[in-house]
């Protein structure tokens, strides 16, 4: 380490009253014109500290900041609980899921009505059928259902209860 | 004859524990202890004066918020400055690069000898304007080597470097403070 880094070393002590010059380092810091400039800088910097404005109530700033981190605290818990609703929010939806489309689907009845839309899919009984004959089914598909039972639905309430029973046993076969 | 007990001041470190154990009055402690240096911190950073106590309010909020981020390998002062100087960043970052610095307007000297003291007054400015342009890491070095007297390792713990480059930050800083203090 050579006499110039030593000083340096040194300078923060001496400028703060810690620690005094000795005389070799007083002779030095009279002819070396880096460490002078350094140690004028060193001092200039605890002037402007000394300088500086004060705060004049720190009482204050201590019953501030007493505020601020209760309520930095009380939405530090609210958030926690926002966090964990939402947590469980999604847990149960997540389940929710995994039950919806985990379920096995369920037979359909064999007594079903066949819906519109149904009877447009493919059977492959139709596969041999010509096309006269798909005209004929066709025809027979379209043909207004009422008709085919000899009854308007409008007029049920005009029959007697045994006409009804009759025709009921005539559907169900 | 019994010797008085002595009533020894309690650490930084004790008094961050007693903090964290619920005891209040620690902080208040450790407020007047250190707040005035923080102050001062910011101040020769580049600080207006007016803003100085809205400032140390903040970097003293941020600091509680998150004492257990204070591992003790710096003190508790140099810490706080490293808080301190993230507000003061992001004040200017805030402020859209607009420099906080404000021309000191104090009052006129009634010492012996007004113009000595005058011109020693706009040294400290210049090196207040000087500082404010130096680079965040040899702005911190430099102030905390010469206004609180820590040593490069000390410094190295508290900015997160080792004590090498603190040095090498520090003489670029007297370097460059030089020119702009002559």
Not at chain 1, 155 to 166: C, F, K, P, S
Not at chain 2, 58 to 72: C, H, M, Q, V
Not at chain 2, 113 to 133: C, F, I, Q, Y
Request: with cysteine.
């Amino acid at each position: 380490m050579n006499r110039c880094t030593r000083l340096s070393e040194r300078m923060p002590e001496v400028a703060r009253h810690r620690a005094t010059w000795a005389p070799d380092e007083a002779a030095h810091l009279a002819e070396c014109a880096d460490c002078r400039g350094e140690w004028e800088l060193t001092l200039l910097a605890r002037r402007l500290e000394a300088h500086a404005p004060t705060i004049t109530e720190p009482s204050k700033l201590v019953t501030t900041l007493h505020q601020r981190l209760a309520e930095d605290r009380m939405a530090r818990q609210r958030a926690r609980r926002a966090w964990s609703f939402a947590g469980a929010a999604a847990v149960a939806a997540a389940i929710l899921v995994a039950v919806t489309f985990d379920r096995p689907a369920e037979p359909t009845p064999a007594t079903r009505p066949i819906a519109g839309a149904e009877a447009l899919v493919p059977l492959p009984e139709l596969e041999g059928l010509g096309a006269a004959q798909l005209d004929t089914l066709l025809r027979s598909i379209d043909r207004p259902s009422t008709g085919s039972s000899g009854l308007d639905a409008s007029t049920l309430g005009e029959h007697e209860d045994g006409e009804l029973e009759q025709l009921l046993a005539t559907w169900e076969g | 004859m019994s010797a008085s007990p002595v009533l020894e001041t309690p650490s930084d470190h004790a008094l961050a524990a007693a903090y964290r154990a619920g005891d209040e009055r620690a902080a208040a402690e450790l407020v007047r202890r250190h707040a005035p240096a923080v102050g001062r911190f910011l101040y020769s950073s580049g600080a207006g004066r007016d803003e100085i106590e809205d400032l140390v309010q903040e970097a003293l909020f941020r600091a509680f918020r998150r004492l257990d981020g204070w591992r003790g390998e710096a003190s508790f002062r140099s810490w706080l400055f490293v808080i301190a100087s993230n507000v003061l960043r992001d004040e200017y970052r805030r402020r859209k690069g607009r420099r906080m610095l404000s021309l000191e307007d104090r009052d006129l000297p009634d010492r012996a000898d007004p113009h000595a003291d005058l011109a020693a007054r706009e040294a400290e400015e210049r090196l207040r304007r000087g500082l404010a342009t130096l680079p965040r890491l040899q702005r911190e070095v430099f102030l905390l080597r010469t206004q609180q007297g820590s040593d490069y390792r000390e410094i190295a713990a508290a900015l997160g470097t080792t004590p090498g480059a603190a040095r090498v930050h520090y003489h670029h800083a007297v370097k460059r403070l030089k020119e702009l203090v002559r």
